[in-house]
C-alpha cells in the first residue's frame, strides 16, 4: 500500500543501521537514493557541459514523488542516470540500498517522448518488456489483453501508435512500463502534451493505477499543479546545472478528488513551489513579492 513518508525515519535507519549492523541487515533502504551526483556532458566545442551538481535525491518504497524544474535543468538527465541508460560523473545512486548499475531490472523508465514502435500496433508495443525477459509473444500477448479494459485501451489492441490520442499513447505506453514489472517506476512528462481536460483525467486515472500496482514513483513534470495533486514529496530543481532547491512534503489525505485543488493546504503548497521556481527562473534567488500562484 503506497504511503506517504517523511524522511527523517529512513534516513535514521540507514544512518544509524550504517555503524553497527551489517549493510544486509538494514532494514528498509530507500527504494531510490541519489547522493552527490553530478553529470558533465561535452559541448560541441569540446567543452563541460556541467548538467547536475551535487544532487542529493531519496524515494521511500511506494511513495509518489515529483521533481519540478526549469527546462534544461537536468531532469530527463536525472531519470537517466537512474535507469542506468548514462553514468554519473561523481556521486552514488542506489537503489533498494544497492549500487544501480548492478540492479538493471529494478527501474523501469518511461523517457519524456513515448516511443512507441510506429510498425507495431498497441498490442504488441505494450509486450516489449515481457518479450524482452523472454516470455513468448502469444503469451505476453494473453497477459496483456488482461489490462487493456484498465488502461481505456479495449478495442485498440490492434490499431498503430499514428491513429491514438495523445492520451491513449501515453496510456500504452505507461501500461508498456507497467508490463516490464519493475518496482521503481521514472515517469518523464508523461501528461506534457495532453489538453488540460485529458491531463486530469490522466493524474486521477494514474493514482488509481499506483494505488492498485503498488509502485514506487518518481515523477518528472513541469506542471506545479501536477506534482502537487499527484506527489507525497516535491523537489525543486535549480536552473542547470540542478540541484535540490527546496523539497515539500505534500501534507493531503489520499485518495485525493480533484476537488482538493481548492483547499488552502493546496494552494499554499502550490504557492510555495511556484515561488522556488520562479526564483530560480529570475535567477537571482530572492524572495520576489506580487506573484498571483493561486
Ligand atoms: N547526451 C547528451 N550529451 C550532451 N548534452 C546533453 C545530453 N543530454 C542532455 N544534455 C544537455 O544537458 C542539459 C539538460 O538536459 P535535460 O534533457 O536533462 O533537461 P530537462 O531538465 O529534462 O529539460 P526539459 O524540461 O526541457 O525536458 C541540456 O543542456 C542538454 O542539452
Ligand atoms: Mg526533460
Request: proline content about 6%.
Amino acid at each position: 500500500m503506497p504511503h506517504s513518508s517523511g524522511i527523517s525515519e529512513p534516513l535514521r535507519a540507514t544512518n544509524g543501521a550504517a555503524a553497527t549492523v551489517a549493510p544486509e541487515a538494514v532494514p528498509h533502504p530507500w527504494a531510490l537514493e541519489l547522493q552527490g551526483v553530478s553529470k558533465v556532458y561535452r559541448r560541441s566545442d569540446g567543452g563541460p557541459l556541467q548538467t547536475l551538481r551535487d544532487l542529493r535525491l531519496v524515494v521511500a518504497e511506494g511513495e509518489f514523488v515529483s521533481v519540478v524544474g526549469p527546462s534544461g535543468c537536468g531532469k530527463s538527465t536525472m531519470l537517466n542516470l537512474i535507469a542506468g541508460r548514462d553514468a554519473p560523473t561523481e556521486g552514488d545512486i542506489r537503489i533498494f540500498g544497492q549500487a544501480s548499475r548492478a540492479t538493471p531490472g529494478l527501474v523501469a523508465h518511461m523517457p519524456q517522448r513515448d516511443l512507441l514502435l510506429p510498425w507495431r500496433n498497441t498490442l504488441d508495443n505494450v509486450i516489449l518488456g515481457p518479450e524482452l525477459r523472454g516470455v513468448s509473444r502469444a503469451a505476453a500477448r494473453r497477459q496483456a489483453l488482461a489490462y487493456f479494459h484498465r488502461f481505456g485501451l479495449e478495442g485498440f489492441e490492434r490499431v498503430y501508435p499514428n491513429a491514438l490520442s495523445g492520451g491513449m499513447r501515453q496510456r500504452a505506453a505507461l501500461l508498456r512500463t507497467i508490463l516490464t514489472e519493475r518496482d521503481v517506476l521514472l515517469l518523464d512528462e508523461p501528461f506534457g502534451a495532453l489538453d488540460a481536460l485529458t491531463r486530469s483525467e490522466m493524474q486521477a486515472w494514474l493514482l488509481s493505477i499506483w494505488r492498485e500496482f503498488g509502485k514506487t514513483v518518481l515523477f518528472v513534470t513541469h506542471d506545479v499543479e501536477e506534482a502537487v495533486f499527484l506527489s507525497d514529496r516535491v523537489y525543486v530543481l535549480s536552473r542547470r546545472p540542478g540541484t535540490v532547491k527546496l523539497e515539500l512534503s505534500i501534507d493531503l489525505a489520499r485518495p485525493r478528488a480533484r476537488e482538493v485543488v481548492a483547499s488552502d493546504r493546496f494552494v499554499q503548497a502550490k504557492r510555495t513551489l511556484l515561488q522556488a521556481l520562479l526564483n530560480e527562473s529570475q535567477g537571482d534567488g530572492r524572495p520576489h513579492t506580487g506573484i498571483d500562484a493561486g
